[in-house]
């Protein structure tokens, strides 16, 4: 029997084995009892039924709340229903303790296990290396390079004219340089040996002359003063490089006096540059002792 029958069998009760045909068969009722009577009868029908539908679906829900987890009551947005007074859980009649949970039974699931700390281990101070050997007194002091200064030397070296042999004077002049070099000692650095002439004869004449006259001051400066020739470089420029002294010698001159005047030009020039040790300072003078005075 559905809700419906039920419900019209429960209406029986008050109005008779067949309440239906009460509303068109009763004489002693007027026509405006019987429409209120009857209007009566279907609020209380309808009624019924809603709260039977309401009943029905709560059944349901809490069927359903119950079979989705089975061990807890669950509500209808996932979370466990707990009771109002002691805040637990509600369970279920299927509930097991293998079906504990971590947000109802915790005390009841297996404790875990953590793992202990490793030992720290212990702090082990760095070996300390034992201190240098002291340097001996040579090795903290040992001697830099001696201090140098520099040293730059020119010689003229004459010649006669129309000549490229050595006179007197020239090898006076490079005997001199020889015992510049030897003091110190000097460390050369470059020899240049340039010869020169007069403008008397022509270009050809006079740049062969030239060459001539600084090959002769190279010989002896190897031979004699016993000079690096790698050291050495030398040249004839002819009379491109006069004197200033001889621009006053005009050609108006006689040949002797013309000769005579251009006798600067007539040479060979050494160049020497290098260094040498800078000399050791002069110690100072000792302060004479003042006696003291004689008592009287």
Known sequence: ???????????????????????????RKNKEEVVEHNELIKNRILSGLNVSAAAMMMTAGFAMAQTDR??????????????????????????????????????????????PKPPVPPVVPPKMDA?????????????????????????????????????????GALDELFKELKKGPVTMNVVIVTGHTDKIGSAAYNKKLSESRAQVVRDFLINSGGLDPKLIFWEGVGPRQPVNVTKFCDAKMNRKQLIDCLAPNRRTTVEVTGTRPKP???PAPEKPVEKAPEKM
């Open 1 to 27: 029997m559905n809700f419906v029958a039920r419900t019209v069998v429960a209406g029986s009760r008050h109005f008779g084995k067949n309440p239906l045909l009460f509303w068109n068969t009763s004489p």
């Open 70 to 115: 089975g061990a807890y009551l669950i509500d209808q947005t996932g979370i466990a229903v707990r009771a109002a007074n002691y805040g637990t859980c509600v369970r279920t009649s299927t509930w097991t303790p293998a079906q504990a949970t971590e947000q109802c039974d915790p005390d009841l699931l297996p404790k875990k296990v953590v793992p």
């Open 131 to 171: 201190p240098p050997p002291p340097k001996k007194a040579a090795e903290e002091k040992k001697p830099g390079k001696p201090a140098t200064l520099p040293f730059e030397q020119r010689v003229d070296v004459p010649f006669e004219f129309a000549k490229s042999d050595l006179t007197a004077d020239g090898r």
């Open 280 to 282: 050791a300072p002069k």
